[in-house]
């Protein structure tokens, strides 16, 4: 196991910054709103001739998101609106230069003709015109393959692919299937004899076979096929005996280990599913591999997933409010209503964290 100053290095998303001569070390920021901590990111981290801008679109992504806690009819639209400025903050913050006053959406959606709003429905990605296009644009700068023009993806593809609500998803129809799998553990392992580091990855048999996930379905859907294996091991934690994942490849480093631990962290970062928790351990946050059937549509990552259907609720609410109200009525009412419930907070502290590059979490106690 990789330490760090005399004690093991926890894995994060963000475990490490870079200084003027190499990198240190970055501990969990508390913050019970962090609004405050996004206002100092821009402050230390985007040029001074962008920050009026940037600034205005922080203060309207705060008094949108204020609002669309005032009711569930309208709760989507005011969320989409609030994260919509806090994408344009946050691609200011990776670099982006030019105008952002005629931004657009880059997402449309609609529902084949004779169909059913959500069951029909797709949500298709735009990235043509001389403007920027912001959904593509922010999956790119957070570190992921852009988007294509006219990618699609079906609304209910998207559903099972949100970790808070997934048992409801689950629970909607029969014969619906357990995608998640909690990951007890992820360690960075150093072998200091021949300077290497490598990832390893836990997850509870009992997990496994509860919901009759083979090691194969775990590695193929989990999109961990060909860059890791499982290997023996008798560990096992307060909940029962582990399975362990180790990554095929590691990487070499001259240095330091913590020299190579981001770019550990970007190979896997695409292929983990994490939500935000106000209890201690992993960094305040609880990491999970989602499990994609080969028959479904294009993989995308947790942010983009979250966004998409954000956006799309916000726009029936925008455009068709009573087909809304059907969709609460209908069979996946209890995931739209756990989702527009849930995911803003879960979706703010994520936005936060990328915003600032280290991980920002609500404190267990106040």
Not at 287 to 309: F, R, S, V
């Amino acid at each position: 196991m990789l330490e760090a100053k005399g004690r093991p290095l926890p894995f994060s998303f963000f475990p490490v910054t870079r200084t003027n001569r190499r990198y240190g070390l970055y501990d969990t920021v508390f913050a019970v709103t962090p609004w405050t901590v996004m206002g100092a990111a821009i402050a230390n981290g985007i040029p001074k001739d962008q920050q009026t801008e940037a600034f205005a679109f922080l203060e309207q992504a705060e008094d949108f998101y204020a609002a669309a806690s005032s009711g569930i009819s309208t709760n989507p639209l005011l969320t989409y609106y609030a994260f919509l400025n806090l994408a344009k903050v946050l691609i200011r913050a990776r670099g982006y230069s030019d105008s952002l006053d005629r931004a657009m959406h880059g997402l449309k959606e609609e529902t084949a003709a004779g169909g059913t709003e959500l069951e029909d429905s797709v949500v298709q990605t735009k990235d043509a015109g001389a403007a920027v296009n912001v959904f593509p644009e922010l999956i790119e700068r957070l570190g992921y393959p852009r988007p294509v023009n006219n990618d699609s993806y079906r609304i209910k593809e998207l559903l099972p692919q949100i970790v808070v609500g997934h048992r409801i998803w689950r629970e909607s129809k029969r014969g619906l299937t357990e995608r998640f799998v909690a990951l007890r553990r992820i360690e960075f392992v150093d072998d200091r004899d021949n300077n290497n580091l490598w990832l390893r990855l836990f997850v509870g048999k009992g997990d496994l076979s509860r919901y009759e996930i083979t090691r194969k379905r775990l590695l193929e859907e989990g999109g961990l096929a060909g860059a890791f294996h499982e290997v023996v091991t008798n560990e096992s934690d307060a909940e029962g005996a582990l399975v362990c994942l180790e990554q095929d490849a590691a990487l070499a480093y001259t240095g330091r280990p913590t020299d190579v631990v981001a770019d550990l962290v970007e190979i896997l970062k695409p292929r983990l599913w994490r939500i935000v928790s106000s209890i201690p351990g992993s960094g305040y946050r609880r990491y999970y591999l989602y499990l994609h059937p080969a028959n479904e549509g294009t993989h995308i990552p947790q942010l983009a997933a979250m966004w998409a259907l954000t956006f799309y609720f916000g726009s029936v609410v925008r455009y068709r409010p009573h087909l809304f109200d059907e969709i609460l009525r209908g069979p996946n009412g209890a995931f739209v209503s756990e989702f527009i419930s849930s995911q803003p907070e879960q979706m703010l502290y994520l936005f936060a964290s990328e915003l600032c590059q280290r991980e920002i979490a609500r404190p267990a106690i106040v």
